[in-house]
Structures are given as C-alpha cells and as structure tokens.
C-alpha cells in the first residue's frame, strides 16, 4: 500500500499547501481519502489522471475536503473516459443530498458515459480496491468518519479527517503504520474543532502507532516546530506531512 499526500493544508490558501486529499494505491487500484478544492491538480502532479480514480472515501462535508467533488464529476463527463469502470463515493448521511444540490445547480455533473455509485456508510467495515476498510465516528461534525484501510498483508493506514482529541482517535489509530492525524493549530494556540500536535502526539502513543503524519495546517502553524511538539508525547517516528510526499507500507 501507498499512501501520497496531495493536500495538508486547510481552507486558507497557501502556495505550497492544497487543502486536504490523500491518494491511496495498493495493487494497480485508487482511492482518495478526501478531495479539497485543488486535490485532483496535485493527481495529476503525482502523475495518476483522474480517470484512474477507483473510489473517494470522504472524512466529512466541509469545503475544504470536498469541493473537488463536483470538479472530479465535471471531468469524467469527457468522452475519453466513456466505459470507465464505475466511480464510487463513500461517505456518511448526507452524501446523496450533497450531489444532489451539486447537479441541482450544475446539471453538467450528471455521470454520462460511466456509473456513479453514492455510498452513505454508517460506522463500520467495506472493502476499498482491496483493501479493509473500518469507519469510525469521530468528533468534528455530526456526519465526520476517520477511517481505518488494511491491505492483505497487514499493513495499515489510518486517518483522522479532521477532529478534536477524542477515544474514538485511538482505536481508530491502534498499531497503524502510518496515523494521518490533524494538527491544524500550534499546542499553545489551539484552535476550535481541531487538533494540535501535542494532541495528535499523545493518540499515536495511546493508539500504539509506528509512524505518526502530522497534517492539516493552518497558517498559524508557520514558525513553530511542530514535531518537536509531538515528540513531546509521542517517542515514535513524526513527520510534518509536505504535498507530493509519499509512504510506502507493508508488513512481511
């Protein structure tokens, strides 16, 4: 399984970070875990078209995890892609109704030439291009999931979508691999329905993580070592995560 960052930063514009998307690939298959405005750009700048895209996991409906959603619809209308394997969209209550008022005000996103298949998930397991997939509520906004994907051979990723330091962190997190964790504000300036690196630090070592990935950050985050607040709580490997960088996960 690997796992590349194509988006750690937030709603706020930044030139060097797009707002949150993650790309997912195990056994020549895609998935994304969350599509911000900009994701299906840094795609294309890891070099997987959009055409490729097997099926989106979303955390949650905010913008800033989103928004490419309706731009990812707009593009397969292209008749290269006609005969496409199916996209299929995964999310919590509420799904339906966001694609909905998204074709409602742009018709033009109306699948033509493949299948559109809209899965509203409550907690618990699915199958994701071949990998295990364990939905787990979490606290941000009612309809928010962090998600737990296993490749067949143990490796495991797991992602917090954004939150606030809940216990739902840890069993989501438990033995990943690689923990892809919120640490939008600074630990002496936190900010609402977020978390910090102090916090993010204290669930990897709760959860039992290998590699904890910081992410997800606001522009107050400039200038503060971020990792060094994580270590702070968590004695295991930290990265700050960078768009275009890239894990590769197995267990033998």
Known sequence: MRVTVLGSGTAVPEPDRF???????????????????????RLAQAGVGAERIDTVLLTHYHTDHCADVAALLF?????????????RIVGAEGLRALVARLTEAWPWLEPRGYTLELDEIAP????????????????????????????PDGALAAFSGDAIECDALVPLAADADLFVCDSAFPSA??????????????????????????THFYPECRGHDL???????????????RDLQSFELARG
């Open 19 to 41: 707002p949150a998307g993650y790309l997912v690939e195990h056994a020549g298959r895609h998935a994304l875990v969350d599509l911000g405005p900009g994701v299906l750009r």
């Open 189 to 214: 300036s936190p900010g609402d329905g977020h978390m910090t690196p102090v916090q993010a630090g204290r669930t990897a070592r709760r959860a039992g993580v290998r590699r904890l990935c910081l």
């Open 75 to 87: 593009a397969l209308r292209g008749r290269t892609f006609a005969g496409r394997p199916p996209l």
């Open 124 to 151: 618990g397991s699915t199958e994701v291009i071949g990998l295990r997939v364990e939905a787990i509520a979490i606290e941000h906004t009612a309809q928010s999931l962090g998600y737990r994907l296993r490749s």
């Open 227 to 241: 990792v060094a607040e994580a270590r702070a709580e968590f004695d295991g490997e930290v990265e700050m995560a």
